[in-house]
């Protein structure tokens, strides 16, 4: 069994920032690649960074710039450190891990639960 948590959305005024992070616990071998999506309403999800798991990362235009994704694998977590947010970053966050949970066996998918974050003044 594998759970992610994730933490740190909230309202924030336009031109502040926020972290958000995902604490991935239980049976983990190993975490590939992780990513960040988000989800406004009326809207379909979108990928918002994504690093590899030798740490190459790539955004989407809307966040680069201002949005770094990071990891930290000895404690199975990753962040998203989010600046200068403007209104058009509403949204729900969710965080996504491919963990394999044994050695030898193909990562899958994990997705947060989804956090929402609120830029509003």
């Known amino acids: 069994q594998v759970q992610l948590v994730e933490s740190g959305g909230g309202l924030v005024q336009p031109g502040g920032s926020l972290r958000l992070s995902c604490a991935a616990s239980g049976t983990i071998s190993y975490i590939h690649h992780v990513g960040w999506y988000r989800r406004a309403p009326g809207k379909e999800r979108e990928l918002v960074a994504h690093i590899t798991a030798v740490g190459t990362t790539t955004y989407s235009d809307s966040v680069k710039g201002r949005f770094t994704i990071s990891r930290d694998n000895a404690r199975n977590a990753i962040y998203l450190q989010m600046n200068s947010l403007t209104p058009g970053d509403t949204a729900a966050y969710y965080c996504?891990?491919?963990?394999?949970?044994?050695?030898?066996?193909?990562?899958?998918?994990?997705w947060g639960q989804g956090i929402q974050v609120t830029v509003s003044s």
């Open positions: 996504n891990l491919e963990i394999a949970t044994a050695r030898g066996l193909v990562p899958i998918d994990y």
